[in-house]
């Protein structure tokens, strides 16, 4: 739920309130905020309590350089490792994201979007990358852009096809370009998409 964005950065997040909200003992729920803490998703504040870190344009740099690197290796693997189970989990999910956009539905081609990369990641064969990568995937709390931004539509539709193509292909050289060229521009799309409108846009 933090890593979905359930609790916004100024929302304070108490260990007796989950255990409230969850009905469950304290023990695991420390252990998860523990947990959570150690993966930078929370910090601790001196009132008590933790908040969800909000990512800013720097630490968005710092961590889409690492998934490039990862999601273009995690491709090139997938095109010479891919089973017929791997292509058809990454044929529904694109599947899936069609769907999901094409009902508007944000929040769910989001969740389908990562999904995808989690059957990316699995079908690298590699388990340390898979997990690496998976940590990542689950990190972003930035939403909808999926739906929201017309150039991220265009690449949910056209590039990730591309990417499913080349590794079905075993073209591991295309497959880790495209993959690598997907998170680039991701990148770009989220800092523009958190940089603030013009002065007079702000004030129509």
């Not at 929370?42 to 968005?60: D, H, N, Q, S, Y």
């Not at 273009?72 to 529904?92: I, M």
């Amino acid at each position: 739920m933090i890593a979905e964005g359930r609790y916004p950065p100024s929302e304070v997040i108490r260990e007796i309130d989950l255990v409230r909200n969850f009905q469950m003992s304290r023990t695991p729920i420390r252990e998860a905020l523990h947990r959570l803490e150690g993966e930078g998703l929370i910090r601790r504040i001196t009132a008590g309590g933790f908040v969800a870190v909000e990512l800013g344009p720097k630490e968005l740099v710092a961590i889409y350089q690492v998934r490039e690197v990862l999601v273009g290796l995690a491709a090139s693997l997938a095109a010479r490792n891919r089973t017929r189970v791997d292509l058809a989990h990454l044929e529904e999910g694109l599947e899936a994201i069609d769907r999901a956009c094409a009902f508007g539905e944000a929040e769910d081609a989001d969740n389908r979007v990562r999904e995808f990369y989690h059957s990316l990641a699995a079908a690298s064969g590699n388990e340390y990358l898979r997990a690496t990568l998976d940590r990542l995937t689950d990190f972003f709390r930035y939403r909808a852009l999926a739906v929201t931004h017309p150039e991220w539509r265009d690449m949910l539709a056209t590039r990730h096809r591309g990417l499913v193509d080349a590794i079905a292909k075993q073209d591991a050289a295309s497959a880790e370009h495209i993959g690598r060229e997907l998170i680039a521009r991701s990148l770009e799309i989220r800092l523009a998409d958190k940089e603030p409108a013009p002065a007079d846009q702000r004030r129509s």
